[in-house]
C-alpha cells in the first residue's frame, strides 16, 4: 500500500483501485449510485428520492477545510474498473476514536470492493485512530461480514434514522482496536 497526499486528506492504494478524495467531477456518478434506491436504504444519510442539489451539497461538505469526516472514492479507472465503485468514509470522534462507513455501486456487490476497502483504510489509519466504530443495519448482513472479517467485534444493537426509509433501523455496531 502506498500513500500519496492530495491536500490534507492522502490517496490510499489497495490492490483493485484507490481511494482518493470526492471531488467535483463524481458529481454524476455519484448522483447515479447513491439515488439507487438499493444503496440509499443501507445508509443513515442519503435521501430516496435524490433531491435536487444533494450530491453537490455532499461533495460540498466532503471538500470543507473544516469538516469532521474525510471521504474517499473508491476508484478503479486506472486498474481497468469503472471509475466511482463507492464512498467510504471516516468520521472523526473524541479521544482518538473514528466511526468508518461506507456504500458500493450495486453492480460492484459481492466481488470484495468493500471488504478491500475497508482493510485498505484501516492499513493506513489516516485518523490515526486507536478505536474506529461502524454501524450496520441489521436486514443487511453483507456489510457486517465486511466488518468481521475485517477484525470488528460486535458491541450491541441499537438502532438509526435512515433517511431514504424514513424509519428507525435496527442496526448492529461493531468496533475495533488498532494497534
Given at each position: 500500500m502506498t500513500l500519496?497526499?492530495?491536500?490534507d486528506q492522502p490517496v490510499i492504494t489497495a490492490e483493485r483501485f484507490a481511494l482518493r478524495p470526492v471531488c467535483a467531477a463524481d458529481a454524476g456518478p455519484?448522483?447515479?449510485y447513491a439515488g439507487d434506491e438499493r444503496v440509499a436504504r443501507?445508509?443513515?444519510s442519503i435521501p430516496h428520492p435524490m433531491p435536487p442539489g444533494?450530491?453537490?451539497g455532499f461533495i460540498e461538505r466532503a471538500l470543507d477545510p473544516d469538516r469532521t469526516e474525510d471521504v474517499w472514492v473508491m476508484e478503479g479507472t486506472g486498474q481497468g474498473l469503472s471509475g466511482v465503485l463507492g464512498v467510504i468514509a471516516l468520521d472523526?470522534?473524541?479521544r482518538a476514536q473514528s466511526e468508518i462507513?461506507?456504500?458500493v455501486a450495486p453492480a460492484m456487490w459481492g466481488t470484495g470492493i468493500a471488504s478491500e476497502a475497508v482493510a485498505a483504510l484501516?492499513?493506513?489509519n489516516p485518523h490515526a485512530a486507536r478505536t474506529i466504530f461502524a454501524e450496520v443495519f441489521q436486514d443487511n448482513p453483507g456489510s457486517a461480514r465486511v466488518l468481521t472479517n475485517a477484525g470488528f467485534e460486535y458491541i450491541g444493537d441499537a438502532e438509526a434514522y435512515s433517511v431514504a426509509r424514513q424509519a428507525k433501523v435496527a442496526t448492529w455496531t461493531y468496533l475495533r482496536k488498532m494497534v
Open positions: 500519496d497526499t492530495v491536500s455519484l448522483r447515479l443501507y445508509t443513515r444533494a450530491i453537490e472523526r470522534m473524541e462507513g461506507y456504500w484501516l492499513a493506513a
